[in-house]
């Protein structure tokens, strides 16, 4: 665990104070890179779009200030415009090398009466964002949509931007078929060398990517394309990692916020800087979800139909059955305990309306029915999310270098979250909780991390929502950034699940109101309208939930269901 070479956190601009494009102070060493060995770029608009629209960069202007990108629209169905942005790969160096990002909008109906261009950012890291405006946009506000023209793109390293690819999917299926829903005490070392092993495919694969697909860079790349739209300030919705990606905007660039709804709002200062005390949270959310799962289920076992009276021991024998004797899949696969918690760590983001299907798919698999949605594997499709989820965090986060440090959080962290975390802590690396292992030993640059200050000084009022039985993003996140903000409001969902937008009548309600008419709700506002869990198990997926794969952006889903999640 050799400490690499660091970035300082404003490469580019060194002030991080809302002067923008900064063409960088030019004293980083830099090693020569050879040409990206990204094959997507050329072709994004063929991928996106099915024509063949092309890029026109502007030219450098005499500032050494990054080009504008110049967007040549072109349609790609269903009313949905698309283009391709070419932007620098290192802002340190804006008139150097570019990588292209696929974008999307679908414009207002009336442009004569629009309010702007709504930026939408799913989470992950590593959802499309250019899926997300396609699936989601029909089942917006009225509002938003008369109002706004509709935006998302992919950002660097995911989907039609140059995909980062560590691991090929047959060496993940080998790496989550081997993973255990109840790891043995010697798990740790060999969770260890594995993450060892997938940093070093990831310099063997995408070297010459990873250092610049940090978030400091992200924001500057939005930045960019809220130029080329013509759009004076930013109006921005972003969910999850969405909303730490709207954080460092708003601190880059304060002036330029009109609006910003951060939503399952990340803590910025635990998250980049300290990222233990950032993900000790997050397993101790994890496991409270499932924990008052498990108590309403013993509480209504009618509705729920798993546990016979014991849910919580019910689950833990499953999980220690399905390792010793896994259960073949449809595909000629095998789902085992792993398997189980890998489902469950996304599918409890839904909420108390899935608590009944949460129930059934338990019991499906007591009986070793692989049509329960909790045996399923991982598909290809959730690997094209996975890679970068771990390669953007390890490049955003300042993890310690020492390894007794690391040995002594992660197996803490298992301890302290007995339901779900001994299998994240020690399984591949896949998603937050599984990234310390890898983190901790990352070798690449970091060149495009932003480590604060995260106040965004002097900015427009900025909308945080928390909920408050958050699984993924702790509430205690969203009241730490609304408290870090210059100018935060706080949010606050009274709610099981992952953010409130979409969910909750209220909360959809404010941020709307917020997003076209910069009304910023009354301090202390709360929601408390969770729909709560259905007397039956239904018979499809509930309106909001997804029932399947990993959220927003990835297609393989058991249910597609419109509304934004």
């Known amino acids: 665990m050799t400490t690499p070479a660091h970035g300082s956190g404003r490469s580019a601009s060194g002030s991080g104070s809302g002067s923008g494009t900064g063409s960088g102070t030019g004293t980083r060493a830099r090693r020569r890179l050879p040409r990206l060995r990204i094959a997507l770029a050329a072709a994004v608009s063929f991928a996106v779009a099915g024509t063949a629209a092309q890029v026109m960069a502007a030219q450098p202007d005499e500032t050494g200030k990054p080009a504008v990108p110049a967007l040549a629209w072109s349609d790609c169905q269903d009313g949905f415009e698309c283009a391709n942005a070419d932007v620098p790969l290192d802002y340190g160096d804006p008139q150097g090398r570019t990588i292209t990002l696929a974008v999307i909008r679908k414009k207002a109906p009336d442009q004569a009466k629009k309010k702007g261009t709504l930026f939408l950012q799913p989470g992950g890291p590593g959802n499309s964002g250019v899926d997300f405006v396609r699936g989601n946009y029909a089942e917006l506000p009225a509002s938003l949509r008369d109002s706004f023209d509709v935006f998302g793109y992919d950002v660097r390293g995911v989907g039609r931007s140059s995909q980062v690819q560590c691991w090929d999917d047959p060496t993940y299926t080998k790496a989550i078929t081997a993973a255990k829903g109840v790891p043995g005490p010697d798990a740790y070392e060999p969770a260890v060398r594995q993450a060892a092993e997938f940093d070093q495919a990831c310099q063997d694969n995408a070297g010459d990517l990873l250092p610049y697909v940090g978030t400091e860079y992200v924001a500057r790349d939005i930045d960019l394309l809220r130029q080329a739209l013509g759009e004076d300030q930013l109006t921005y919705y972003g969910r999850s990692f969405g909303s730490y990606i709207g954080t460092v905007y708003a601190a880059l660039f304060p002036d330029r916020v009109r609006a910003l709804a951060l939503d399952g709002a990340y803590d910025p200062e635990h998250y980049a800087n300290q990222p233990y005390a950032y993900d ?16 309403w289920c013993k509480a209504d076992q009618a509705t729920c139909g798993f546990g016979d009276g014991d849910p919580r021991a019910a689950f833990e024998k499953l999980k220690a059955d399905l390792d010793a004797d896994p259960v073949p899949t449809a595909n000629g696969g095998q789902a085992n305990g792993y398997t189980l918690v890998y489902r469950i760590l996304f599918n409890i983001n839904e909420g108390k309306v899935i608590w009944p299907s949460l129930g059934e798919a338990l019991h499906k ?65 896949l998603y937050d909780h599984q990234h310390a292992t890898a983190c901790a030993q990352w070798q690449g640059e970091q060149v495009s991390r932003y480590d604060g200050s995260f106040r965004a000084k002097g900015s427009a009022p900025i909308l945080v929502v928390g909920n408050t039985g958050d699984p993924d993003t702790p509430y205690q996140d969203a009241v730490a950034l609304s408290r870090e903000l210059d100018n935060g409001r706080l949010l606050t969902f009274e709610a099981e699940g992952h953010t409130a937008f979409g969910r909750s009548a209220c909360a959809t309600d404010a941020v709307t109101s917020y997003l076209v008419d910069l009304k910023v709700p009354a301090r202390g506002t709360t929601c408390a309208d969770e729909t709560q869990p259905p007397s039956s198990t239904p018979k499809v997926a509930p309106p909001g939930t997804t029932l399947g794969e990993l959220r927003n952006g990835v297609n393989d889903r058991l249910d597609r269901l419109g509304v934004l999640r």
């Open 280 to 295: 000790r949270p997050q397993y101790l959310a994890l496991d409270g979800a499932m924990s008052r799962f498990l108590d």
């Open 365 to 429: 698999a007591q009986q070793r029915d692989n049509t329960s949605f909790l045996l399923r594997p991982p598909s290809a499709a959730s690997y094209d999310f996975l890679n970068p989820n771990v390669v953007v965090e390890c490049v955003d986060k300042a993890y310690p270098r020492d390894p007794a440090l690391l040995k002594r959080k992660v197996t803490s962290f298992a301890k302290a979250a007995p339901l779900l975390g001994p299998a994240l802590a020690y399984g591949p690396p």
